[in-house]
Nanobody, 122 residues
Framework: QFQLVASGGGLVQPGGSLRLSCAASGVNLGAYTIGWFRQAPGKEREDISC????????SYLDSMKGRFTISRDNVLNTVYLQVNRHKPDDTAIYYCAFSRFILGGCSAYGDWGQGTQVTVSS
């Protein structure tokens, strides 16, 4: 079992952009489908997007399409999530996790790992 670490969060103004990164040591992430998800206080976890090992297949939750873009660089052993035009409702802890494709989106499995806080505020 491996620990994934999300980073790149912080304070951003509405309408701004952030790029989050997901990395791990001791495992080749290129061999796995990786997903991004988030959880805001008092809310259930939301799936955002996932990407397969070679980056040729991606999936997005319908509500996440348009502003979120998932990508990966297997040379750097890193998976990214670009978030544009931030809204206050984007405030949450963002996690990356080993994932699989399901009907309508993605499903994470295993430990959540270390998330990164994104706060959208003026």
């Amino acid at each position: 079992q491996f620990q994934l670490v999300a980073s790149g969060g912080g304070l951003v103004q509405p309408g701004g952009s952030l790029r989050l990164s997901c990395a791990a040591s001791g495992v080749n992430l290129g061999a796995y489908t990786i997903g991004w998800f988030r959880q805001a206080p008092g809310k259930e976890r939301e799936d955002i997007s996932c990407i397969n090992g070679d980056g040729r297949r991606t999936s997005y939750l319908d509500s996440m399409k348009g502003r979120f873009t998932i990508s990966r660089d297997n040379v750097l052993n890193t998976v990214y999530l670009q978030v544009n035009r931030h809204k206050p409702d984007d405030t949450a802890i963002y996690y990356c996790a080993f994932s699989r494709f399901i009907l309508g989106g993605c499903s994470a499995y295993g430990d959540w790992g270390q998330g990164t806080q994104v706060t959208v505020s003026s």
